[in-house]
């Protein structure tokens, strides 16, 4: 079945962000993109990569894993504001928003309904995995429907920032499951967990 993964860059203590919403990985960001880390990224998840790294590093293969990515609004005017009208035109892109109303590219798709009865839709369609880059507050919106995590763990804290998912998320404990690993000599940790069988709604 189509799955809802969540790939996404957390902290040790559970930030994707600064508490300023910017990039924290871009030119004036604070969080450390050493070598093997874009190696194992470009080996393992080309897909994830914006469409200027893929130039840059040679990367024309469409990838086996995802065929969509669901961004949240303000995660989108992160690439905006860089000059990226679409970071990821090799898959199809949609955009969460209630406040944007045009699209600033042909290639993404805005989409203001509902983003669990989207992502229900979507996983009941043919189609590769759909990949959910975040931010926070749509991560926490789709909570309940992500069937795998892929947490590219970096070695660093922030103390404070904006969170994995949304503080506005329900209280729901869940447990996972870790299916692979892979530890950076950098430091980083790429970590996948599926979601535990018997939680599967
Ligand atoms: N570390 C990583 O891997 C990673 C990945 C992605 C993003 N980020 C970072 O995350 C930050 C942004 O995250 P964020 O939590 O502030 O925001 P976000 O989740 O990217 O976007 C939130 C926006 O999504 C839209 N949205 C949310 N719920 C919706 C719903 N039910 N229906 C329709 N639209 C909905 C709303 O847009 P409207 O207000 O327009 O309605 C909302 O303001 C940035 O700093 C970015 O760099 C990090």
């Known amino acids: 079945m189509r799955r809802?993964?969540?790939?996404?860059?957390?902290?040790?203590?559970?930030?994707?962000?600064?508490?300023?919403?910017?990039?924290?990985?871009?030119?004036d960001g604070f969080w450390?993109?050493?070598?093997?880390?874009?190696?194992?990224?470009?080996?393992?998840?080309?897909e994830t990569l914006p469409a200027p790294a893929r130039v840059a590093l040679g990367i024309t293969a469409p990838g086996s894993r995802f065929d969509t990515v669901l961004e949240g609004r303000r995660s989108y005017e992160?690439?905006?504001r860089a000059g990226l009208t679409n970071a990821?035109?090799?898959?199809?892109?949609?955009?969460?928003s209630r406040t944007l109303t045009v699209s600033p590219d042909p290639g993404v798709e805005l989409v203001?309904?509902?983003?669990v009865a989207t992502v229900r839709e979507m996983k009941r369609q043919e189609g590769k995995d759909v990949w959910l880059v975040g931010g926070g507050e749509l991560a926490g919106v789709l909570y309940q429907e992500i069937d795998e995590l892929v947490v590219k763990l970096g070695p660093l804290?922030?103390?404070?920032?904006?969170?994995?998912f949304s503080r506005t998320a329900a209280f729901d404990p869940r447990t996972w499951t870790l299916t692979d690993h892979t530890v950076l000599t950098s430091g980083a940790l790429f970590l996948t967990y599926r979601r535990s069988p018997a939680q599967t709604t």
């Open 4 to 27: 809802l993964v969540y790939v996404v860059a957390s902290t040790v203590d559970g930030f994707v962000a600064g508490p300023d919403g910017a990039d924290p990985t871009g030119p």
């Open 88 to 96: 990821f035109p090799h898959l199809r892109h949609l955009v969460f």
């Open 112 to 115: 203001a309904a509902d983003p």
């Open 157 to 164: 804290t922030l103390g404070a920032g904006i969170p994995l």
């Open 32 to 46: 450390p993109v050493p070598p093997d880390y874009v190696e194992h990224l470009a080996a393992e998840y080309p």
């Open 78 to 80: 992160v690439g905006l």
